[in-house]
């Protein structure tokens, strides 16, 4: 059960979870669940209680807890079954022992399975406030470490929003002003474009940094999932739901939610997210205790959101609320002048990445780069250049490097076309492709399916081009025959 009155310091009534971290206290003598719980509401805490470890885990199904504290020794289940129950399912949320004097050794064992740490009663009421505490910043800290474990290239954000053009210059000004807000932004764009790097960008540079920047493509979820990734879910909510699950945005407090192609979100989600940036308030799916939140809503949209409004498609009070501060990130074909700036900085990547030493471009390969109509904007150009890297023999990259590229060898043709001498180059096309497919089998260890993706083309399309160029004779990878290029299927 959720403790009464004293349970909300901050106002708030029955019914509704304000801000704050949740203790669950798991006790089977009714006395020191009220004890307990006085003292650790007082500090600001959400506490439930919990008679019993049954009780416990049917909790743990609705709830999900920043720390449970448990007694050793219960009779329907004993603190060491509640554990290993919990650890078999998570392995974050810290869990406190409290045991009695002659149950010291069962402490220890809890320590070795999973317990942050034990208590021993009779304790003061100073030392269960200081540990709980430290459980519960030990926790944050672990859910802090695996993000940055997700994101193993924020170092190079600064570089990734380069530009001397006049639109970024202009972009990146206001993105200074607006960064240390509340403000809510919408960041529209082609795919592509940067909308994810600059949204952490914005992140970064607002007072809420060292807290989380969790990130949802809400285009790659059903209804239902996105609606349990936004806002959890209790166990049993739907088939599959076989435990509880904190949401998204509970996740981010104090930190920032990035809601990537929002223009994707039904009807009905968009209700329910309305309400979350409006009143900062969620539900989770098939539970009924609201929770406060405290997040700031980046969103971003690869199509036009305020034609969704007019269509009818997009709530028109979830569009003002969630484009307070409306930015635009210009296609990579609008902002040429950029374009060399951001293949050094792939370059100098991509050679850190793969150990390479690659000194300068060829300038016949950097007048096509330029030229490209790059349709896939700096995702594309970051595709080509890695490629490009992997495939170079030497330490300048040269056109045959980038010929393997549709983009390119249409390029190439045009230019080609210009000076009168296509079929030169058609032929300069074909060994060019025979050179990269020889390399990427190199790369790869001549295994198809990796050669393939090196390519950027499909194993069907490998298949073909081998047979069109009687690739037949490559030396084969003696410790790897069945991936030999000899062998087709």
């Not at 969704?308 to 609320?321: K, T």
């Not at 970051?382 to 300048?396: D, G, Q, W």
């Amino acid at each position: 059960m959720l403790i009464g009155a004293v349970m909300y310091p901050f106002g708030g009534g029955q019914g509704e979870v304000k801000m704050t971290e949740k203790i669950l206290i798991v006790d089977d003598e009714p006395e020191m669940l009220q004890t307990l719980g006085r003292i650790l509401s007082r500090k600001g805490y959400a506490v439930y209680t919990a008679e019993g470890g049954k009780e416990a885990c049917k909790a743990m199904e609705e709830t999900v807890f920043d720390l449970v504290i448990s007694d050793m020794a219960m009779e329907d289940l004993n603190g060491l079954e509640l554990l290993k129950i919990i650890r078999a399912t998570d392995s974050i949320t810290p869990f406190i022992m409290m045991t009695g004097v002659g149950t010291i050794e069962s402490a220890v064992e809890a320590i070795q399975i999973g317990a942050f740490h034990y208590i021993t009663k009779p304790f003061k009421n100073h030392d269960i406030e200081i540990l709980a505490q430290r459980a519960i910043e030990y926790g944050k800290l672990n859910r802090k470490l695996i993000d940055i474990n997700l994101s193993d290239e924020r170092e190079d954000l600064p570089r990734m929003l380069i530009g001397a053009s006049k639109s970024m210059h202009e972009l990146m000004k206001r993105v200074e002003k607006i960064s240390d807000s509340m403000a809510s932004v919408l960041i529209m764009g082609e795919t592509g474009t940067g909308k994810s790097v600059l949204a952490e960008r914005i992140h970064r540079k607002s007072s809420r940094r060292d807290n989380p920047f969790l990130t949802i493509d809400c285009a790659a979820l059903t209804e239902t999932l996105l609606e349990s990734e936004l806002f959890g879910h209790v166990k049993g909510a739907f088939t599959g739901a076989v435990q509880a699950k904190r949401g998204l945005l509970e996740e981010a407090q104090g930190g920032t939610v990035f809601l990537d192609e929002i223009c994707e979100i039904k009807p009905s989600t968009q209700v329910k997210l309305l309400r979350a940036v409006q009143d900062g308030i969620i539900k989770p799916v098939g539970g009924n205790h609201t929770v406060k939140i405290d997040v700031r809503f980046i969103s971003a949209s690869s199509r036009d959101l305020h034609g969704g409004v007019s269509s009818g498609q997009f709530r028109e009070e979830l569009y003002y609320r969630l484009a307070v501060v409306p930015l635009f990130l210009p296609p990579l074909r609008e902002r040429r002048e950029d374009i060399t700036l951001l293949i050094d900085f792939f370059l100098d990547k991509f050679c850190r990445k793969y150990n390479k030493k690659i000194s300068r471009i060829n300038a016949d390969v950097l007048e096509m780069l330029v030229n490209a109509s790059w349709k896939g904007n700096i995702r594309e150009l970051a595709n080509i250049i890695e490629r490009s890297v992997l495939l170079s023999e030497n330490e300048v990259i040269t056109p045959d490097c980038l010929l393997n590229s549709a983009e390119m060898q249409r390029i190439a043709l045009l230019k080609a076309g210009e000076r009168n001498d296509a079929l030169p180059l058609k032929q300069v096309v074909e060994e060019a492709e025979k050179r990269a497919i020889a390399m990427a089998f190199k790369t790869s260890k001549n295994n198809r399916t990796e050669a393939a993706r090196i390519l950027g083309i499909s194993r069907r399309a490998l298949y073909d081009k081998l047979a069109a160029y009687s690739l037949y004779d490559l030396e084969p990878d003696s410790d790897a025959p069945e991936n030999s290029i000899t062998r087709m299927e």
